[in-house]
């Protein structure tokens, strides 16, 4: 569970440099690294989050889906 935690505020850490530094290379690391921790802590993240995890993104696609077959 402290893996899942460190991940997440790397993430973060990295997301907030990316979006502050002026420097294209810097900001292009940081925000890999920031996938990288984020990717890092859905590995970590127990089995039942992931469960509703994937459940939502279903419900959300199909619904998505459903808004373009309207038009």
Do not use: H, Q, R
């Not at 420097?23 to 989050?49: G, M, R, T, Y």
């Not at 992931?50 to 889906?65: D, E, Q, R, Y």
């Amino acid at each position: 569970m402290l893996g899942l935690f460190v991940s997440l505020a790397l993430a973060i850490v990295g997301i907030y440099v990316s979006l502050n530094v002026t420097d294209e290379i810097e900001s292009i690391l940081a925000i890999v690294i920031a996938v990288i921790c984020l990717f890092l802590s859905l590995v970590f993240l127990p089995l039942p989050l992931k469960g509703a995890i994937a459940i939502i993104l279903l419900i959300s696609a199909k619904s998505s889906l459903s808004i373009f077959s309207k038009s």
